[in-house]
């Protein structure tokens, strides 16, 4: 099993519409990713949110992961995700930043996708209907792999087109591509990802033991993939949580009863309404659910809501993940009511002491299965013209 950490641009409260406070806050999620990579964590995903406050002011995050990319050396950077509505923007552009931050990170971008966190967010690139974007992202999803491969790359379709041959450039940084991933909240959206061949971001926002259905549909999907999207199959289920790893069991459980805890899910319940929520989870402005005493507190730990303690402790509630069948796990920072010095503590402490227990490989599993890649589509579409270059400059890198 490997380990990320899922960064979001959180900033609650009215520091929100403080820009200080907006700046201090975007460094200091970066500078915990970059920290991430000299401590064993094999992951750092990256939100793309649009006018959510508070929730996630992190609207541009191939910018911040191109930042990232350059400060580290082995932690692999994917968006979290990359809504693919062509109304929000033309399919064309999202295969040329992939395929470019494949090439900026030497092959540790992972290129995660999806419809959009719901109607307000989407709205804000005139889209009403949020239905709609569900049939947009199943189309363009498929045509992404082939502008990768085909140099004469022409489509028309229902969402959008391209109506003359273009190379669409640059291309991915191969051999293979970016592994491919998709959001899923819906339990339909499980067994489609496995049937693609494409990666499952899930989020764990009840039991841990209530996705375990969710998670064998996946895995039932994946046996049936004869065709997968890409060029291989990126067999991977990723499911975030919350963490607090201490080096101190009082001061972690203190932690996850101060006030204010929950506060992000009642801002996740808020705004993701393309998913589905229990009836008793709160909406912000309604109070977040916190855990009034131990007992409560071992409870939530028990049934997979947070992880919580020491080392010792947490290497044991994570072997419930591993029980359900998650390849990989998430921690969204900073988990409320951690302070920055904290989250720094629990970074560098579940890196050298959980880690290690349950990711023996120092490959990343997306990077075995890229090894896989076979080309599906021709190179060209059309007939090649016989054109004759005569004269080249002297510092062509190939003759």
């Excluded at 569900?134 to 969402?159: C, F, L």
């Excluded at 989250?343 to 023996?360: A, H, R, W």
Aim: charged share 25%; proline share 8%.
């Amino acid at each position: 099993m490997e380990f990320g950490v899922f960064l979001n641009g959180y900033l609650p409260g009215p520091a929100a519409h403080d820009s200080a406070s907006e700046h201090a806050m975007l460094m200091q999620e970066l500078e915990w990713a970059i920290t991430a990579d000299r401590h064993n964590w094999k992951y750092a995903w990256f939100g793309e949110h649009h006018a959510l406050t508070e929730y996630s002011h992190m609207s541009a995050p191939e910018v911040a992961m191109g930042y990232v990319a350059a400060r580290t050396e082995r932690i692999h950077i994917g968006t979290a995700i990359n809504s693919l509505s062509p109304r929000k923007e033309h399919p064309v552009r999202y295969a040329e930043r992939a395929a470019m931050m494949d090439h900026v990170t030497d092959n540790r971008f992972e290129w995660g996708t999806g419809r959009g966190a719901g109607s307000h967010e989407i709205a804000s690139f005139n889209i009403l209907d949020k239905d709609s974007t569900k049939a947009e992202w199943n189309e363009v999803i498929r045509e992404i792999p082939r502008m990768w491969e085909q140099r004469d790359y022409m489509y028309e379709g229902t969402s959008f087109t391209v109506p003359t041959p273009h190379n669409i450039l640059p291309k991915p940084n191969g051999p293979g591509h970016p592994p491919i991933w998709v959001a899923c909240g819906n339990p339909g959206t499980f067994v489609q990802a496995g049937e693609m061949g494409i990666g499952a971001i899930a989020f764990n926002f009840e039991p841990i033991h209530n996705l375990k259905p969710r998670i064998d549909s996946y895995k039932e999907g994946v046996s049936r993939c004869t065709e997968p999207v890409g060029q291989f199959q990126n067999d991977n289920i990723m499911l975030t949580n919350a963490v607090i790893c201490l080096s101190d069991r009082k001061r972690a459980r203190e932690v996850a009863m101060r006030q204010g805890r929950g506060y992000l899910y009642s801002m996740v319940c808020l705004y993701h309404d393309t998913m589905p929520k229990p009836e008793y989870a709160p909406v912000w402005p309604d109070p977040p659910f916190a855990a009034p005493d131990e007992e409560n507190l071992d409870r939530l730990i028990e049934e997979g809501w947070l992880l919580c303690g020491t080392p010792e402790e947490v290497c044991e509630q994570v072997e419930a993940y591993q029980s359900v069948g998650c390849d990989q796990v998430v921690f969204g920072l900073p988990s409320d009511c951690l302070a920055p010095e904290e989250v720094t503590e629990m970074l560098e402490l579940f890196g050298s002491k959980v880690i290690p227990e349950f990711d023996k490989d120092p490959v990343h599993s997306t990077t075995r299965y890229r090894q896989a890649a076979k080309a599906k589509y021709p190179e060209f579409g059309f007939p090649v013209p016989d054109v004759s270059v005569q004269v080249l400059p002297t510092n062509a890198r190939i003759r």
